[in-house]
């Protein structure tokens, strides 16, 4: 577990070096909620029907969404970990006496949380002082509270064990661009990234709600905003749960087949 | 002890002429040649030996290199190194190798050397107190002291691969293989890189393999060559063996010119 550890110092410590580029981040956050809850706004003032989530739901899962960004972007990749495969660089890494798999997954978590702890709080507390309903509320109870941080924990490992995915493709590829591409434009919908899954049609939601990428950020802010709430957490959580587990299982097992045959690219 | 038997490898690889027409082509219908990278490799090196790979561009040096280090999994053949099966037990067998590639950098690109030193103790485990023994002595040897708190991207490509060196060293290896250690380094980088690969051979006797195009380096360093060409073992001997396709008094680099000549690799 040492290893793994002082993995996760060093790549934590590479990212809080990157100070400007936290306020830059913040920066873009702060005014991407702020245009998002004022379209939502215009959108919620003008509609005669009964709209699927309240103001004050919908402005918590925003802020959240904000704060959180680095945990949760499944369009981010470590360039690293790429370029180590494209230009044979995991030659050195293949030459350690550690496994790669958990490796990789240690870097991946320590860049994504040095990024959210940067910016987390002060987008957390702007927020918190924001006029009703276009504030970030408390989590409903106590209990909602705790379930949200198990939540957020495993959303995080899920997203992880899901770009180990698109890392492994890479062997195959050569290039990972398409892969990338698509992950960043397919995937922002249905993990309800640009428009929370409560906005889709009725038909579409129980399928987007099964697949993995509901287990990332939505389960998670949804418990916390009270959307996800009694017995529909718990099937929330379990099913977060199975899919981390699929995804852990494949990742490996694609991971050690690549291994076994890889062409370490260069002389 | 390092024993190879008989280890083939055979990449594949996509091949088109150049052209619209052909590149279009390509899209339906691929072909492939067959390139015979490794062709009946074997030799054995003792303990404490130091050899001198050597063999022009593509001959099939670094990926036996791969293959010795438990990178590269071999068609067929057998490879046993300390014991082990680089492939089949690389995480036991990688604990006691250390391994320097001239044209990358093990060394974390952001951080001071130092920083990338300590995440390698952790990674093998290394005892606090060997560790510091092994680091004082490396700092000497291979004078880092000035250069270790420095991140690796402001060093010199001669500062640089002494921190790769002593990088692969912190474990205690029992072998080292050295992929091109001198390549790009200045003549007074070079030579103090050669005087310490030969007092680390020498005085812990780790088993040195180390594939070169410099000839000095073979010169300075290794009794024993080994000359690969197109994948086969054409020469296990001395340098002093290559003489005879050679006239007298050439240098070495001369000799060898004249050995890829006659083997026609």
Avoid at chain 1, 210 to 218: C, E, G, H, I, R
């Amino acid at each position: 577990m040492r290893e793994y550890l002082s993995f996760f110092k060093i790549r934590f410590s590479i990212g809080l070096q990157y100070r400007a580029a936290a306020w830059a981040g913040m920066a873009t956050q702060f005014a991407w909620g702020g245009m998002t809850i004022l379209l939502f706004r215009a959108f919620y003032q003008s509609s005669q029907n009964a709209l699927p989530m309240t103001m004050s739901e919908l402005s918590s899962y925003i802020w959240l969404q904000q704060a959180f960004l680095a945990l949760y972007m499944v369009w981010y990749f470590d360039n690293d970990i790429f370029g180590s495969i494209m230009s044979g660089n995991i030659a050195y890494e293949l030459c350690r006496p550690i496994d790669i798999y958990a490796m990789w997954f240690t870097k991946n978590m320590a860049v994504r949380i040095s990024r959210a702890v940067l910016r987390c709080l002060p987008i957390l507390v702007f927020a918190a002082f924001l006029p009703a309903p276009y504030n970030i509320s408390l989590p409903i109870s106590p209990a909602a509270g705790l379930l949200f941080i198990i939540s957020m924990i495993l959303g995080l490992l899920v997203v992880v064990a899901f770009s180990m995915i698109i890392y492994v493709s890479a062997f195959y590829t050569i290039s990972p661009i398409g892969i990338r591409i698509l992950a960043t434009s397919v995937l922002e919908f249905f993990t309800g990234a640009i428009i929370p899954l409560p906005f889709f049609p009725q038909s579409l939601q129980t399928l987007m709600y099964l697949l993995p990428f509901a287990s990332m950020q939505s389960t998670p802010f949804m418990i916390y905003n009270g959307y996800i709430s009694g017995e529909r957490i718990a099937s929330a959580i379990s099913l977060q749960i199975i899919w981390l587990i699929i995804l852990l299982a494949l990742g490996k097992t694609l991971m050690v087949r690549a291994l076994r045959k890889v062409v370490v690219q260069g002389g | 002890m390092i024993e190879l038997r008989n280890i083939n490898k055979t990449f594949k690889i996509a091949k088109r002429n150049a052209g619209f027409r052909e590149a279009v082509k390509v899209f339906f219908h691929r072909e492939y040649t067959y390139v015979n990278a490794l062709n009946d490799v074997s030799f054995t090196i003792n303990d404490g030996e130091m050899v001198g790979y050597i063999g022009p561009n593509g001959a099939g040096k670094s990926s036996t290199i791969k293959i010795m280090s438990g990178i590269l999994t071999p068609d067929s053949g057998e490879c046993l190194i300390n014991g082990r099966t680089p492939w089949k037990d690389r995480v036991n067998h990688v604990r006691e190798i250390g391994v320097v590639f001239g044209q990358r950098s093990q060394l974390w690109w952001d951080v001071p050397v130092a920083d990338s030193f300590e995440l390698l103790k952790d990674i093998y485990k290394v005892d606090s107190q060997v560790f510091k023994k092994n680091l004082d002595e490396l700092k000497e040897l291979l004078d880092l002291a000035q250069i270790i708190r420095t991140p690796a991207r402001q060093l010199s490509l001669g500062q640089r691969m002494r921190c790769e060196i002593a990088a692969a060293l912190l474990h205690s290896p029992r072998t080292l293989f050295l992929d091109e250690p001198t390549i790009g380094l200045d003549a007074v980088s070079k030579i103090a890189v050669r005087s310490f690969i030969k007092k680390i051979n020498s005085e812990r006797k780790t088993t040195v393999i180390l594939t070169t195009h410099d000839m000095q380096d073979i010169e300075a360093l290794t009794e024993r060559i080994l000359l690969i060409g197109k994948g086969r073992i054409l020469l296990d001997g001395t340098l002093s063996d290559l003489q005879k396709w050679s006239f007298m008094g050439a240098s070495a680099e001369e000799m060898v010119a004249a050995v890829y000549k006659e083997f026609k690799i």
